[in-house]
Nanobody, 124 residues
Framework: HVQLVESGGGLVQPGGSLRLSCTAS????????MGWFRQAPGKEREGVAA????????SYADSVKGRFTISQDNAKTTLYLQMNSLKPEDTAVYYC??????????????????WGQGTQVTVS
């Protein structure tokens, strides 16, 4: 199993920045991809960004391209999401997720096997 714990959420003004972290533990060596999702009240959970752990290939939702950057540390045990130029519509609970198989649909929740508990980001 893989355990994921997010941190770094909070309240920020429009135009501000936040960096989310996700610490992974357990059997992380066999995970192919990790991603960030978000869910606003009354809306479905949506993919924000993902990274292939060993190639470093990244993918982004159109709504965050040029503003958000996904990255990982050299040990590949911590995932980051740098969020710049934040907008009120970025307000949501942000979740970290890990996928064991390498699947093409990075922005679908069914791709991922493990999830963190989420961290609230409020832009206001």
């Amino acid at each position: 199993h893989v355990q994921l714990v997010e941190s770094g959420g909070g309240l920020v003004q429009p135009g501000g920045s936040l960096r989310l972290s996700c610490t992974a533990s357990g059997y992380t060596y066999n995970t192919c991809s990790m991603g960030w999702f978000r869910q606003a009240p009354g809306k479905e959970r949506e993919g924000v960004a993902a990274i292939r752990r060993y190639s470093g290939t990244t993918s982004y939702a159109d709504s965050v391209k040029g503003r958000f950057t996904i990255s990982q540390d050299n040990a590949k045990t911590t995932l980051y999401l740098q969020m710049n130029s934040l907008k009120p519509e970025d307000t949501a609970v942000y979740y970290c997720a890990a996928s064991i198989p390498c699947l093409p649909n990075w922005n679908e929740t069914r791709t991922y096997n493990y999830w963190g508990q989420g961290t609230q980001v409020t832009v206001s």
